[in-house]
T-cell receptor, first 111, second 114 residues
C-alpha cells in the first residue's frame, strides 16, 4: 500500500458543479494533512490544512478528515475553469517525522 | 515580501558536470527541504534540514549533496553521479520540523541534460 494514495485522474467536472478529490493514507497516527494545488509547470501552493476530524471550510473549498477511515478529501464548490490543476494531498507522517505527498489528482473543469 | 527564491529557473547540465541549485528564504523558517518532481509524478524528498549545519537524507539522496551553512540558504548540488537528473526541483521551507505547519514552496528549477 502506498503511504499516500490519490486517484491520478483526470477528473472532469462541469463548470459550476462540485469537484470531489479523495486521498487515503496508511499511517494511523498522522495528525496533519494538507491540500496543495499545482498548475502545470508551476510549484505547489497551499490551499487547506486540516488537523481534526470533520469539515473545514474556506471559501469554495472544504476539507474533510476521517482519521478512523484514514481518509481526507477536498470539495470544491461552484467549480471554475481556473480550478483546473493537479491537486496534491500531503500527510505528516509522525512515525517518520516528514511530510509524504501523494502523486496528485488532475482536475479538469469543462465549460 | 517574505518568500522562497529559487534560481536559476532553468538549468542545463553537461554530462559529467556538477551543477548547483540555489534556494534562499527570508521567512525565518528553521526547516528546509528539496524535492524532485518527474512528469506526472508526486514530490520525492531528496534532502532536508531541520537546523543550520545539520541535514538528513530523504528518499532519493543518491547523486545529490546539500549544505546548510546559513539559516536562509539551502543549496542543492546535482552531481555527475546522478545519471537521470532531468526533473523539476522544488525547494520548500517550514517553521520547524517535524511540524504540523505546512511547507511553502519556491517557484522551482527545471533541470535538463544537454
Amino acid at each position: 500500500q502506498k503511504e499516500v494514495e490519490q486517484n491520478s485522474g483526470p477528473l472532469s467536472v462541469p463548470e459550476g458543479a462540485i469537484a470531489s478529490l479523495n486521498c487515503t493514507y496508511s499511517d494511523r497516527v498522522s495528525q496533519s494533512f494538507f491540500w496543495y494545488r499545482q498548475y502545470s509547470g508551476k510549484s505547489p501552493e497551499l490551499i487547506m490544512s486540516i488537523y481534526s476530524n470533520g469539515d473545514k471550510e474556506d471559501g469554495r473549498f472544504t476539507a474533510q478528515l476521517n482519521k478512523a477511515s484514514q481518509y481526507v478529501s477536498l470539495l470544491i464548490r461552484d467549480s471554475q475553469p481556473s480550478d483546473s490543476a493537479t491537486y496534491l494531498c500531503a500527510v505528516l507522517y509522525s512515525s517518520a517525522s516528514k511530510i509524504i505527498f501523494g502523486s496528485g489528482t488532475r482536475l479538469s473543469i469543462r465549460p | 515580501d517574505g518568500g522562497i527564491t529559487q534560481s536559476p529557473k532553468y538549468l542545463f547540465r553537461k554530462e559529467g558536470q556538477n551543477v548547483t541549485l540555489s534556494c534562499e528564504q527570508n521567512l525565518n523558517h528553521d526547516a528546509m527541504y528539496w524535492y524532485r518532481q518527474d512528469p506526472g509524478q508526486g514530490l520525492r524528498l531528496i534532502y532536508y534540514s531541520q537546523i543550520v549545519n545539520d541535514f538528513q537524507k530523504g528518499d532519493i539522496a543518491e547523486g545529490y549533496s546539500v549544505s546548510r551553512e546559513k539559516k536562509e540558504s539551502f543549496p542543492l548540488t546535482v552531481t555527475s553521479a546522478q545519471k537521470n537528473p532531468t526533473a523539476f526541483y522544488l525547494c520548500a521551507s517550514s517553521i520547524d520540523s517535524p511540524s504540523n505547519q505546512p511547507q511553502h514552496f519556491g517557484d522551482g528549477t527545471r533541470l535538463s541534460i544537454l
